[in-house]
């Protein structure tokens, strides 16, 4: 291996701005028209091919008061830089390509709670902003989310919980209150409140272990020995509400996916003395990456841009 071809090849070659230079001097015949071409000064546009020449070892123009001409060596030298100028212009226009592409298709990931609720009418505003993003959502729960996102199977993802799952950057696009509820043949549907010791003892019907309600109320009830048992234990939403308002047991869900069961009064809202069970509701992505192109502009729909 010789020396030269251990120096980088950009330290050995000129950049892109001179070679475009060069070959706008040999198309107008003059340095003044072609740095005019190029929106750069003469005396700019002079320094810079006499910095190529140094560079290259070799005169390109043979200057006169009649306009520039290229050498032997500057026509030779030209013709190079044509094909390094269109093999930049492919590249670019590839990459270009790859944007579009990448800008046209956004992978959402989201929690249970938010894909049912919220995210309808945050990708209708998006597509009215974005009509030609195709976009393809996953609904699961808080931990499967963040596992998509750190595996870059998704662009933006939506959790629930107490806090922004490890790995991720997240901003707080709004918040949920937990609801226990039951069918109204329930004993405790004729109760004012219930206490905490009472609810870490009842077995519940509850989301599946990862989801933020479990989350939410593992904290809550810890110093209180923590959940019991589940009496069951589903991963779907509508499961859950369909248990309970058969009158299976006591369920713990969201206050948005119990909206129209609990004004149906087909599920009763049962307090809980001492606590409100509350969770953020957040935008996630992968730490250190910020959000571009599409899912930036969802992000900002959700009130959580960055």
């Not at 219930?194 to 479990?214: D, H, K, N, Q, V």
């Not at 019991?228 to 499961?239: D, F, V």
Request: proline share 6%.
């Amino acid at each position: 291996m010789t020396g030269a071809s251990r120096v980088p090849l950009a330290h050995r070659v000129p950049d892109l701005g001179s070679l475009e230079l060069l070959l706008s001097v040999a198309r107008h015949g003059s340095l003044g028209r072609a740095a005019r071409d190029l929106g750069i000064s003469q005396p700019a546009a002079s320094g810079r091919i006499r910095s190529m020449e140094r560079h290259l070892g070799v005169a390109l123009l043979d200057r006169s008061p009649r306009g520039s001409r290229l050498t032997d060596a500057g026509a030779l030298v030209t013709d190079w830089a044509r094909r390094v100028v269109e093999a930049a212009e492919v590249f670019d226009a590839g990459a270009q390509a790859l944007r579009d592409r990448r800008d046209s298709r956004l992978r959402v990931a989201a929690s249970m709670t938010i894909a049912e609720y919220l995210l309808p009418g945050w990708l209708i505003a998006l597509r009215t902003a974005r009509p030609d993003t195709a976009v393809s959502l996953f609904a699961g729960n808080s931990a499967e989310v963040a596992r998509r996102l750190l595996a870059h199977e998704a662009d933006l993802g939506f959790v629930e919980g107490l806090r922004t799952p490890d790995g991720l950057d997240g901003a707080v696009v709004g918040h949920d209150r937990l609801v226990v509820a039951v069918a109204p043949v329930h004993p405790w549907a004729r109760r004012s409140a219930l206490t905490l010791p009472e609810l870490a003892m009842t077995p519940l019907i509850l989301r599946e272990r990862g989801s933020g309600t479990r989350q939410v109320l593992d904290a809550a009830l810890a110093a209180h020995g923590g959940l019991a048992p589940p009496l069951l234990e589903l991963s779907s939403t509508t499961a859950v509400k369909g248990a309970a308002g058969s009158g299976a047991g006591p369920c713990v869900l969201s206050e948005l996916a119990l909206g129209e069961e609990l004004s149906a009064r087909r599920l009763v809202a049962v307090p809980v003395a001492g606590v409100r069970l509350r969770r953020h509701l957040r935008a996630v992505w992968p730490a250190g990456r910020r959000p571009t192109g599409p899912a930036r502009d969802l992000l900002g729909l959700t009130g959580g841009g960055v």
